[in-house]
């Protein structure tokens, strides 16, 4: 069962629209309501590799099981030495170090591009996320109450950043 990331293709997204969209539906992971088209999802990554941001997979046994990404934290130009990430595993792959390999791959290339910090925004009932990054050396640094309305209820998000 070995696992690979590579850089993302146009034709992965198919199974990451897969694994966003379950995330949509039954978590708190994203705080978007509706599930997203293919069209939708391809052009958000599009406009990240223009940017000159990373999208990458993880495979195993040639499926995307997993992916991540960052780009610009805030649209100000003293912002771009900063970068939010983001990393999503198929919920039937979970626990198998597919989030922590994206995320190490996420960090490298962050370093790589000259960044100096890389922050995360989680939501606050999603304490294994939270846990799982502490692993990584990010550190809680901001929480916004109410910050979100899903599933009929206020989310809090949690802003977690590892200095590069």
């Avoid at 146009?10 to 509706?34: F, K």
């Avoid at 391809?42 to 099981?65: D, R, T």
């Avoid at 990393?87 to 960090?107: P, R, S």
């Avoid at 050396?137 to 899903?150: C, H, L, P, R, T």
């Amino acid at each position: 069962m070995e696992i690979k990331i590579r850089d993302y293709q146009t034709a992965d997204c198919s199974a990451i629209l897969t694994i966003i969209n379950d995330a949509i539906l039954h978590s708190t992971a994203l705080y978007d309501y509706n599930e997203r088209t293919l069209a939708a999802q391809e052009m958000i990554f599009e406009e990240k590799l223009q940017k000159g941001f990373p999208v990458i997979v993880a495979e195993m046994n040639n499926e995307v099981v997993g992916f991540g990404y960052y780009s610009e934290f805030r649209f100000r130009e003293a912002y771009k030495f900063t970068v939010e990430h983001s990393v999503y595993a198929n919920k039937n792959a979970i626990g198998k170090g597919i989030g922590k390999l994206l995320l190490t791959e996420l960090i490298q290339l962050a370093k790589a591009q000259n960044l100096h910090t890389m922050i995360g925004v989680i939501d606050s009932e999603n304490t294994n996320s939270i846990d799982f990054h502490k692993r990584f050396g990010f550190e809680e640094v901001g929480f916004i109450k109410e910050s979100g309305f899903k599933f009929d209820r206020w989310l809090h998000s949690v802003i977690v950043q590892k200095m590069l």
